[in-house]
Structure formats: structure tokens, C-alpha cells
């Protein structure tokens, strides 16, 4: 059965684009969260539609599990591969197909990477969306996880710009949903498939839309004693009807890591910074400028640097982007959780952060998308000590319900996946995941496009119910259901 | 109590129609008239507006008017502004089940962009909720997507939660007159594409002239409309520049229904503007459209849907506005039910009792 299978793929996609080899196996037994691994039965790599669907169609006749992986930076281990399952690999479908200026639309293969998108549409246009992994993840991923990024407060996500897709489902069967024209007649199903995590299908070609590169850019970092001056700030800024193009904060412990790491000029000692980025018209652009400024100032900002070209600017979205991959140098390991809150809660869900981090005695750095309140809690432990990721997993879970329980999310751009299933019935209900369930049986129903993630249990598609029909009693008047 | 009323009809096999103010009950395929109408009149609260996070909890019967009276008061606004029919009565939820959409959402989107989550009601009494009430959430399908612009057919909408916008502190209007179609296709796309932020880049075409006009907002409003009528000069347009803009706009919103006269709404491209606007004008017709978004909506006498489905095709026509005699005869939503859209309606409508036959499933 196993070797009929693999068989298959290696006819549909040639011998060098299949991959069964333990040790070239274990490239894929991972996505960006490392601490799950699953080493799969078998990698393709198809390289077109066409092999997409004989790979799928093959999957389906042996009753075989698949997971679609795109370059594998998801951090929720949404591409984490199923126990004995078929990793599916786009990463060769990555063509830039058209693109279409005056239409303001493109379209792509999933594997071109979330960068590569942006700039073929430029110097003139460009695609909004802007996760920190854009140098490498890819819009396929992208859709999946309706990734976010810096300039979404303003711009929208993923799925504000996906108008129109191609996918196989997991029969094989190939489908167009939408295109490059809005409000066709229909369901709005390629709404539903976008931050589906892989879970309906596979996506192999996307229409997006592009916009024109705005007329001004003016970018800020202004720096603080303590992250609630910042947050007042946000407050006062959005009061005042402001929409920044992005605004994006870091707390101490957030900027000792990023200015080790990229040497920007961030002051080591600074409470918090905050990246204000406004964008649009070049003279509405210059008049709130100077309002936020003033805004900044008026909280109490220790310094404020105005980036005065394109390599300030650059310099300090560097300190901001690297935050991440800096924590190594504060920390052995870390754990990242992307929970969302509405932004007027930020003071007392990030004092409860502090006091979870005391309690746990683990430092907790924050870096976050100020402006939609998406916080990332970099969770710092060492992870040679026994029991200290556990550990850190628990203060990350108690993080998260301190989220939900202001009103927010547990998350805002990374995805549920296989890590934060577990969490999930902190904001849904059986009655939820049951009309959840609906959706994927209707894509999915026999349940092989990526098991075992985003639902909190597993669940199987029964029948679809038939329509209604009186039972023989009711007819005789000898019971009735109401 | 509607959602009682829904499992009930769920039930009993009763086929049913949501009813919120009745602006909009005539679109889709006319259908025999429903066992039960379930109103959402009593659905009329505003549950939270959360200023500081520009987010609203509104139940599906809220009139739009009255929820934006609110946010106004706030210094913010819903963005979604269309026509809101007799009365200004349209509510919340049948805006959102018809998937309508006004000029800002050249920049704001369609109901789909502004719900970030939504509480739903099925047939076999399910009563479940998707999103959230925060402006980023990808935690479970997004479910609210899929209602919006689904007519009623897979579920009653019982709640949304909406994303808010700041009301610009000042709007003006650059418009462009001219009586050549390109040239005013021309206008508008070249402001679609010219780096200044637009609120809205709307056309019009009537009676052998057009317009394409182009709303700032800001505190600099009329700097920016100044440049806004340069590019449209540029395109060979008779410029001014409206600072008291409001009549402009509430044109290009109404001209979108009719009481007589069919409308149809184009499924269209940008680049294909000049092109509607020929079609109509040479069917009697008249059109206003949201040109960088490629959406028109044609005015014309009902015999003339045929034609412009003909030489608009292969662009998706359909019939919003007609007499019911007329919809009756023709293929309203002009599109084939696909058999993945048939098996999302047997799931989340098992009783199949959802406005049947009303819709392209
Ligand atoms: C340093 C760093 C910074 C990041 N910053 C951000 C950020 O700012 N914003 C943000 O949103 N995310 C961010 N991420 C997370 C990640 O980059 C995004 O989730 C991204 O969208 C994943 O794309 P990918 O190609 O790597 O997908 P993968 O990790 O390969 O897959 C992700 C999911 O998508 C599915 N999938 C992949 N391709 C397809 C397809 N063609 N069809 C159907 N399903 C598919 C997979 O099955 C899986 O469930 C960051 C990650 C890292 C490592």
C-alpha cells in the first residue's frame, strides 16, 4: 500500500521530487516551531496544478493524510507533517504569472515568497501585507495563515487582498474561487479558505490586488521610561483620528536584545520605544506628523529620533524587524505567543505579563503590533534545564488567557495550528466547532487535508443529512417534535 | 426568539426568509412566498461601542443610520455606505447578508472587510459564533465571510461585531467632467493609480456625458483635492473641486437603486470601464461604478438585460433592481451553482429551509 503510493507520486511528479530518505526527511519535520517534530512517510514536490492534483488524488485513493507546506516559517506548527503522512512542498510552483498594473491585480504561484510579490508589482505599486518573515515565507503560506505584518493596522490583511485563487481539494478535484473581478455571484468561499491553515485544500495559483505606493513616508521612533507612556501615546494618536501606516512598540528588554543585535542607536537603557510610521498624501502626511510628535513628546518621550531619509528608516525598522531573532543573545531559548487584545486593555494585560514573569521567574519580552493590539510575548527560559519549557509553555498559556479574558484573541496573525489547538476552548464553544466542522467537512470530508490541527479534537464528517421528512408517527398525529 | 423561530422552522421543514427592513427583499431569484418570515426588528440593540478600540457589537435588526449616529457622536463611522433604501431603513444585517457596499469601499472594503465576527443561527438550532471582537483574530474559520453576502440561505445573522473607522475631520471632492467615455475612464484610472490616498474614485456616465470624481479627507482636504483635479485635468477632464461634496456622493449611492428601471451590478475590471460605460450608453442606460475596484452598476429598462449581458460578457451581470415579472424570466445572479457551494448549503442548512431557491446554489 505505503510503496503502491509513493509509487504514484513518483510517476506524477518525477523520482527526483520525491523524497523518502530519513535524513533528507528531516528537513520537513519541522516548521518554525521547532519543539514539535514529526518526521512524514514521504516529501513531493510537484511542480504544477496538474501534479498537485495526482498527488492529491492518489493521497485520497490510499486513505493517506497530507499536510501542504510552503517555506516552513509558520509558527504555530501548522506545516508540522502527520504521523506517517505526505508532506506536499510548493516551493517549485513559485512563478510570478502576471502581472496586471492597470487592473491593479497579480497573479502568482504559491510559492512565490511574500517579498518577491511586493516587488514585481513595484516601483509604482505594491502589496500591503508585510509579515517580519517576508524575505522568505511564502503566499501561499500567506494566505493560509492570513498573515499580517507592521502595515496591516492600516492596510488590512491577507485576505483584504486575495481576490482571487485556484486550489485543488483534497479529492483532486481543481476549483476557481473569485478572480481577478469582486463580488461574483456566489458564496464568498475564497473568504472562508483564506486562514484556513491548510486544512481545505491547496492553493496553486493566487490573484492579488496591488495598490499605489504612497506619495510620503515619515517615520519616528520616540523612546520612554516605561511601556504605559507609550501605550497612551497609541491611545492619544487614535483619539486623535490618526491612522499610522504602522506603530509598533518594544519594552526594555525587547530593545537591550534588538540594539545588541543591530546597533540602530536604540538607547540601551529606554523603558519602551515606539516605531510611528505615517504614509499617504505628502501634505496630510507632514501635518499629523508633527501632531504625533507633539503627542509623543506631551507623554513624556525621553528622545524622539525622525528618520530624515530612506537609510534611517531602514535602520529603524531594523531594530524592530530583528527583535526576534535577537532574543537568542538575551536568551538560550524562547517561546513566542501572538495574542490579541483590544488596545485599551494594553496597560493592565501587560502589568498581569509582568507579574506572570516574576512569578515564573522567566523574563517575558514584549514586541508588539501596538496599533491592533497584537502582542508578542517572547517567553525567555533555558532550555538545557529540565522542566523549564514546560514551564515556559504554561506562563505562555496564562498569557493567552489573560488575553482572551480582556476580550482579544489567542491569535492574531500566526495561526491556530497544532500548537494552540489546546487553547482554543478558551474562546469557542462545542457549538462553534461545530459549525466550524461544517465548513471543513464540505471541503474535506474525508478529513486528510492536515488532521489533528486547528480543532481542538479530532472530529470525522458524518452524512450530509438529508432533507427533512416527517416520521410516520408524526404523520399519524401520534407524536409531534415540537 | 428568532433563533427559537428558525430551529422551529428547522424542524418542521418550513421554508423561511429573514426579513431585516425589507430594502432588499426583492433581490435574488423570486421564489413562491415563504412559510414564515423571521424579522430581526426586535434584533435592535447596539450592544457595545468600544470607542477607544473603534470596534461596535451591533445586533443584526440595528438600522445602519441609527449606529452611525452613534459613532459620528464618537468622531468615527462605520465605512460602509450604501444606498440604505426607503426610509434610510436598511439594517446592519440584511447589508451585510446582500454583501451591498457604497463609494468608501475604495478604501474601506465591502461588509466582508469590516465584520470581525459574527453570531449565526441554523436550522437544526446550532447557534455558533466564528471571529471575535478584536480587529485581529485568525482563531478558527472565518465564518462571517461566508454569511456575508450569502441572501440568508445558510443561516440567520444574529450578531456582528464591526470594525470601525476615524471620520475624516474634512472631505472635498475633485470631479471631472467630459463627454468622451476613454477620457473619463482615463480620469478615474489615472487617479486610481496616482499615489495620492483616496477616500473614493468614483465614475458616473448618463445621457451622453460622465464624470469621474476622487473624495480626500484630512485635515488638508482641499490641498489634496487641488491635486486630485490635476490628474483628472491631465486626462483631459473639465475639473472643480467641491469642498460641500455630501449631494456628489449620495448620488453615486442612490444611483445604485431604482424603483422603475432595472439595475444591474458588473462584476467588471478597471481596465473595462470605458467599455461599461459604452455598453450602457448604447443601451439607453446609465452608470455609476467604483473604478479602481471594477464594479458597476447599470440603470436601464428591463429588456436590455440580455444586451448587456452580451456585450459585457464573460463579466458576471447581475440583476439587483427589476420588476419581479422581469426576474422571474431570467437568470437573476447569471452564474452556475458549483457543487462545492451546494455542499457548504447542505452543512450549515441541513433542513434546507433558508430562502430556497433564492440563490445561485
Ligand atoms: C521570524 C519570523 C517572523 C514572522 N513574522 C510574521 C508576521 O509579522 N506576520 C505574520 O502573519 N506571520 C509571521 N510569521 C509567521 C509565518 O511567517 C507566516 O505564518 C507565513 O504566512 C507562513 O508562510 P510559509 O510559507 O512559511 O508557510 P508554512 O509554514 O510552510 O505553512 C503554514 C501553513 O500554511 C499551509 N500552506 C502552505 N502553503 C499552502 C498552500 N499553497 N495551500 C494551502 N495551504 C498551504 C500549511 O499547511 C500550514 O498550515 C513569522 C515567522 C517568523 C519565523
Request: with cysteine.
Given at each position: 500500500?505505503?510503496?503502491?503510493?509513493?509509487?504514484?507520486?513518483?510517476?506524477?511528479?518525477?523520482?527526483?521530487?520525491?523524497?523518502?530518505?530519513?535524513?533528507?526527511?528531516?528537513?520537513?519535520?519541522?516548521?518554525?516551531?521547532?519543539?514539535?517534530?514529526?518526521?512524514?512517510?514521504?516529501?513531493?514536490?510537484?511542480?504544477?496544478?496538474?501534479?498537485?492534483?495526482?498527488?492529491?488524488?492518489?493521497?485520497?485513493?490510499?486513505?493517506?493524510?497530507?499536510?501542504?507546506?510552503?517555506?516552513?516559517?509558520?509558527?504555530?506548527?501548522?506545516?508540522?507533517?502527520?504521523?506517517?503522512?505526505?508532506?506536499?512542498?510548493?516551493?517549485?510552483?513559485?512563478?510570478?504569472?502576471?502581472?496586471?498594473?492597470?487592473?491593479?491585480?497579480?497573479?502568482?504561484?504559491?510559492?512565490?515568497?511574500?517579498?518577491?510579490?511586493?516587488?514585481?508589482?513595484?516601483?509604482?505599486?505594491?502589496?500591503?501585507?508585510?509579515?517580519?518573515?517576508?524575505?522568505?515565507?511564502?503566499?501561499?503560506?500567506?494566505?493560509?495563515?492570513?498573515?499580517?505584518?507592521?502595515?496591516?493596522?492600516?492596510?488590512?490583511?491577507?485576505?483584504?487582498?486575495?481576490?482571487?485563487?485556484?486550489?485543488?481539494?483534497?479529492?483532486?478535484?481543481?476549483?476557481?474561487?473569485?478572480?481577478?473581478?469582486l463580488d461574483r455571484p456566489g458564496y464568498d468561499?475564497?473568504?472562508?479558505?483564506?486562514?484556513?491553515?491548510?486544512?481545505?485544500?491547496?492553493?496553486?495559483?493566487?490573484?492579488?490586488?496591488?495598490?499605489?505606493?504612497?506619495?510620503?513616508?515619515?517615520?519616528?521612533?520616540?523612546?520612554?521610561?516605561?511601556?504605559?507612556?507609550?501605550?497612551?501615546?497609541?491611545?492619544?494618536?487614535?483619539?486623535?483620528?490618526?491612522?499610522?501606516?504602522?506603530?509598533?512598540?518594544?519594552?526594555?528588554?525587547?530593545?537591550?536584545?534588538?540594539?545588541?543585535?543591530?546597533?540602530?542607536?536604540?538607547?540601551?537603557?529606554?523603558?519602551?520605544?515606539?516605531?510611528?510610521?505615517?504614509?499617504?498624501?505628502?501634505?496630510?502626511?507632514?501635518?499629523?506628523?508633527?501632531?504625533?510628535?507633539?503627542?509623543?513628546?506631551?507623554?513624556?518621550?525621553?528622545?524622539?529620533?525622525?528618520?530624515?531619509?530612506?537609510?534611517?528608516?531602514?535602520?529603524?525598522?531594523?531594530?524592530?524587524?530583528?527583535?526576534?531573532?535577537?532574543?537568542?543573545?538575551?536568551?538560550?531559548?524562547?517561546?513566542?505567543?501572538?495574542?490579541?487584545?483590544?488596545?485599551?486593555?494594553?496597560?493592565?494585560?501587560?502589568?498581569?505579563?509582568?507579574?506572570?514573569?516574576?512569578?515564573?521567574?522567566?523574563?517575558?519580552?514584549?514586541?508588539?503590533?501596538?496599533?491592533?493590539?497584537?502582542?508578542?510575548?517572547?517567553?525567555?527560559?533555558?532550555?538545557?534545564?529540565?522542566?523549564?519549557?514546560?514551564?515556559?509553555?504554561?506562563?505562555?498559556?496564562?498569557?493567552?488567557?489573560?488575553?482572551?479574558?480582556?476580550?482579544?484573541?489567542?491569535?492574531?496573525?500566526?495561526?491556530?495550528?497544532?500548537?494552540?489547538?489546546?487553547?482554543?476552548?478558551?474562546?469557542?464553544?462545542?457549538?462553534?466547532?461545530?459549525?466550524?466542522?461544517?465548513?471543513?467537512?464540505?471541503?474535506?470530508?474525508?478529513?486528510?487535508?492536515?488532521?489533528?490541527?486547528?480543532?481542538?479534537?479530532?472530529?470525522?464528517?458524518?452524512?450530509?443529512?438529508?432533507?427533512?421528512?416527517?416520521?410516520?408517527?408524526?404523520?399519524?398525529?401520534?407524536?409531534?417534535?415540537? | 426568539?428568532s433563533?427559537?423561530?428558525v430551529?422551529?422552522?428547522?424542524?418542521?421543514?418550513?421554508a423561511l426568509r429573514v426579513r431585516g427592513a425589507g430594502t432588499k427583499f426583492e433581490w435574488g431569484t423570486p421564489a413562491p412566498d415563504p412559510?414564515v418570515v423571521v424579522s430581526t426588528a426586535e434584533l435592535d440593540?447596539?450592544?457595545?461601542?468600544?470607542?477607544?478600540?473603534?470596534?461596535?457589537?451591533l445586533e443584526a435588526g440595528v438600522p445602519i443610520a441609527r449606529a452611525q449616529?452613534?459613532?459620528?457622536?464618537?468622531?468615527?463611522?462605520l465605512a460602509l455606505d450604501p444606498p440604505l433604501g426607503e426610509g434610510g431603513a436598511a439594517t446592519i444585517g440584511g447589508v451585510i447578508a446582500t454583501g451591498d457596499s457604497g463609494p468608501l469601499r475604495?478604501?474601506?472594503g465591502a461588509p466582508r472587510d469590516l465584520v470581525?465576527?459574527m453570531?449565526v443561527?441554523?436550522?437544526?438550532?446550532?447557534?455558533?459564533?466564528?471571529?471575535?471582537?478584536?480587529?485581529?483574530?485568525?482563531?478558527?474559520?472565518?465564518?462571517a465571510k461566508l454569511f456575508a453576502g450569502s441572501f440568508g440561505t445558510l443561516g440567520l445573522i444574529l450578531q456582528v461585531?464591526v470594525?470601525?473607522?476615524?471620520?475624516?475631520?474634512?472631505?472635498?471632492?475633485?470631479?471631472?467632467?467630459?463627454?468622451?467615455?476613454?477620457?473619463?475612464?482615463?480620469?478615474?484610472?489615472?487617479?486610481?493609480?496616482?499615489?495620492?490616498?483616496?477616500?473614493?474614485?468614483?465614475?458616473?456616465?448618463?445621457?451622453?456625458?460622465?464624470?469621474?470624481?476622487?473624495?480626500?479627507?484630512?485635515?488638508?482636504?482641499?490641498?489634496?483635492?487641488?491635486?486630485?483635479?490635476?490628474?483628472?485635468?491631465?486626462?483631459?477632464?473639465?475639473?472643480?473641486?467641491?469642498?460641500?461634496?455630501?449631494?456628489?456622493?449620495a448620488f453615486q449611492r442612490d444611483s445604485q437603486r431604482s424603483s422603475d428601471r432595472a439595475v444591474m451590478r458588473v462584476s467588471?475590471?478597471?481596465?473595462?470601464?470605458?467599455?461599461?460605460?459604452?455598453?450602457?450608453?448604447?443601451?439607453?442606460?446609465?452608470l455609476v461604478a467604483r473604478?479602481?475596484?471594477?464594479i458597476s452598476w447599470v440603470t436601464l429598462?428591463p429588456?436590455?438585460i440580455?444586451?448587456?449581458?452580451?456585450?459585457?460578457?464573460?463579466?458576471p451581470c447581475v440583476v439587483l433592481d427589476a420588476p419581479r415579472d422581469v426576474r422571474a424570466s431570467l437568470d437573476v445572479w447569471d452564474a452556475?451553482?458549483?457543487?462545492?457551494?451546494?455542499?457548504?448549503k447542505?452543512?450549515?442548512d441541513?433542513?434546507?429551509?433558508f430562502a430556497p431557491g433564492t440563490f445561485p446554489v
Amino acid at each position: 500500500m505505503a510503496h503502491d503510493l509513493i509509487q504514484k507520486l513518483r510517476e506524477a511528479c518525477g523520482e527526483d521530487n520525491v523524497v523518502t530518505h530519513a535524513d533528507q526527511l528531516r528537513t520537513y519535520e519541522s516548521d518554525g516551531l521547532l519543539r514539535y517534530r514529526v518526521t512524514p512517510r514521504a516529501v513531493v514536490l510537484p511542480g504544477s496544478a496538474r501534479e498537485v492534483q495526482a498527488v492529491l488524488r492518489a493521497c485520497h485513493e490510499a486513505e493517506v493524510p497530507w499536510v501542504a507546506r510552503g517555506s516552513g516559517t509558520g509558527l504555530s506548527g501548522g506545516a508540522l507533517p502527520v504521523e506517517e503522512g505526505v508532506v506536499i512542498s510548493v516551493n517549485r510552483m513559485n512563478r510570478v504569472l502576471e502581472v496586471d498594473l492597470p487592473n491593479q491585480r497579480m497573479v502568482v504561484e504559491p510559492g512565490v515568497t511574500n517579498l518577491d510579490v511586493s516587488k514585481a508589482a513595484g516601483p509604482t505599486h505594491f502589496y500591503p501585507p508585510d509579515p517580519s518573515s517576508q524575505i522568505v515565507c511564502s503566499i501561499g503560506g500567506n494566505v493560509a495563515e492570513n498573515a499580517g505584518g507592521a502595515h496591516c493596522f492600516k492596510y488590512g490583511f491577507t485576505t483584504n487582498y486575495v481576490t482571487g485563487l485556484e486550489l485543488v481539494l483534497p479529492d483532486g478535484e481543481l476549483i476557481e474561487l473569485g478572480g481577478k473581478e469582486l463580488d461574483r455571484p456566489g458564496y464568498d468561499l475564497l473568504g472562508a479558505f483564506v486562514g484556513s491553515e491548510g486544512t481545505l485544500g491547496i492553493a496553486t495559483k493566487i490573484t492579488v490586488r496591488i495598490v499605489p505606493v504612497p506619495e510620503a513616508v515619515r517615520t519616528l521612533v520616540a523612546f520612554f521610561d516605561h511601556t504605559s507612556n507609550a501605550g497612551r501615546v497609541v491611545s492619544d494618536i487614535v483619539a486623535a483620528g490618526i491612522v499610522p501606516g504602522a506603530i509598533e512598540m518594544m519594552d526594555s528588554l525587547a530593545i537591550e536584545a534588538a540594539e545588541g543585535a543591530t546597533h540602530a542607536g536604540y538607547p540601551s537603557d529606554a523603558g519602551a520605544a515606539l516605531v510611528v510610521e505615517l504614509d499617504g498624501s505628502e501634505a496630510e502626511c507632514e501635518h499629523r506628523f508633527q501632531e504625533v510628535e507633539k503627542l509623543c513628546e506631551d507623554n513624556g518621550a525621553t528622545s524622539i529620533r525622525v528618520a530624515q531619509d530612506e537609510a534611517e528608516r531602514q535602520l529603524i525598522w531594523k531594530a524592530r524587524k530583528a527583535a526576534f531573532a535577537a532574543m537568542g543573545r538575551v536568551s538560550t531559548h524562547y517561546y513566542v505567543q501572538d495574542g490579541v487584545i483590544p488596545r485599551t486593555r494594553l496597560p493592565e494585560v501587560l502589568e498581569r505579563i509582568e507579574e506572570l514573569s516574576k512569578e515564573y521567574g522567566m523574563p517575558v519580552a514584549n514586541v508588539f503590533h501596538a496599533g491592533d493590539g497584537n502582542l508578542h510575548p517572547l517567553v525567555c527560559y533555558d532550555g538545557h534545564t529540565e522542566g523549564q519549557a514546560e514551564r515556559a509553555e504554561e506562563l505562555s498559556g496564562k498569557i493567552l488567557t489573560a488575553c482572551v479574558d480582556a476580550g482579544g484573541s489567542i491569535t492574531g496573525e500566526h495561526g491556530v495550528g497544532y500548537d494552540k489547538k489546546r487553547y482554543m476552548p478558551r474562546m469557542f464553544e462545542e457549538a462553534d466547532f461545530d459549525a466550524f466542522q461544517r465548513l471543513r467537512c464540505a471541503f474535506d470530508p474525508a478529513g486528510m487535508a492536515n488532521p489533528g490541527k486547528v480543532m481542538p479534537t479530532p472530529r470525522l464528517c458524518g452524512e450530509v443529512p438529508g432533507p427533512y421528512r416527517q416520521h410516520p408517527l408524526e404523520a399519524a398525529g401520534i407524536a409531534e417534535r415540537f | 426568539m428568532s433563533a427559537e423561530l428558525v430551529a422551529e422552522c428547522g424542524r418542521a421543514g418550513k421554508a423561511l426568509r429573514v426579513r431585516g427592513a425589507g430594502t432588499k427583499f426583492e433581490w435574488g431569484t423570486p421564489a413562491p412566498d415563504p412559510e414564515v418570515v423571521v424579522s430581526t426588528a426586535e434584533l435592535d440593540r447596539i450592544v457595545e461601542h468600544n470607542e477607544g478600540d473603534l470596534t461596535a457589537i451591533l445586533e443584526a435588526g440595528v438600522p445602519i443610520a441609527r449606529a452611525q449616529e452613534q459613532f459620528s457622536a464618537a468622531g468615527q463611522m462605520l465605512a460602509l455606505d450604501p444606498p440604505l433604501g426607503e426610509g434610510g431603513a436598511a439594517t446592519i444585517g440584511g447589508v451585510i447578508a446582500t454583501g451591498d457596499s457604497g463609494p468608501l469601499r475604495h478604501r474601506y472594503g465591502a461588509p466582508r472587510d469590516l465584520v470581525l465576527g459574527m453570531t449565526v443561527a441554523l436550522s437544526d438550532g446550532t447557534v455558533a459564533k466564528s471571529g471575535s471582537k478584536v480587529i485581529k483574530n485568525v482563531a478558527g474559520y472565518d465564518l462571517a465571510k461566508l454569511f456575508a453576502g450569502s441572501f440568508g440561505t445558510l443561516g440567520l445573522i444574529l450578531q456582528v461585531v464591526v470594525r470601525l473607522h476615524p471620520q475624516p475631520k474634512r472631505t472635498v471632492t475633485a470631479i471631472g467632467r467630459s463627454n468622451d467615455p476613454d477620457a473619463v475612464a482615463r480620469g478615474a484610472s489615472d487617479l486610481a493609480h496616482a499615489s495620492l490616498e483616496k477616500e473614493c474614485v468614483d465614475v458616473r456616465w448618463g445621457g451622453g456625458e460622465g464624470a469621474a470624481l476622487g473624495r480626500v479627507g484630512g485635515e488638508t482636504a482641499m490641498e489634496q483635492a487641488e491635486a486630485a483635479a490635476r490628474v483628472l485635468a491631465g486626462a483631459g477632464l473639465d475639473t472643480e473641486v467641491v469642498e460641500d461634496d455630501f449631494e456628489l456622493w449620495a448620488f453615486q449611492r442612490d444611483s445604485q437603486r431604482s424603483s422603475d428601471r432595472a439595475v444591474m451590478r458588473v462584476s467588471g475590471r478597471q481596465a473595462e470601464l470605458a467599455r461599461t460605460m459604452r455598453a450602457a450608453e448604447s443601451l439607453g442606460g446609465s452608470l455609476v461604478a467604483r473604478a479602481s475596484l471594477g464594479i458597476s452598476w447599470v440603470t436601464l429598462d428591463p429588456e436590455r438585460i440580455g444586451d448587456l449581458r452580451r456585450e459585457l460578457a464573460p463579466f458576471p451581470c447581475v440583476v439587483l433592481d427589476a420588476p419581479r415579472d422581469v426576474r422571474a424570466s431570467l437568470d437573476v445572479w447569471d452564474a452556475e451553482p458549483s457543487p462545492l457551494a451546494q455542499r457548504v448549503k447542505q452543512r450549515f442548512d441541513p433542513a434546507g429551509v433558508f430562502a430556497p431557491g433564492t440563490f445561485p446554489v
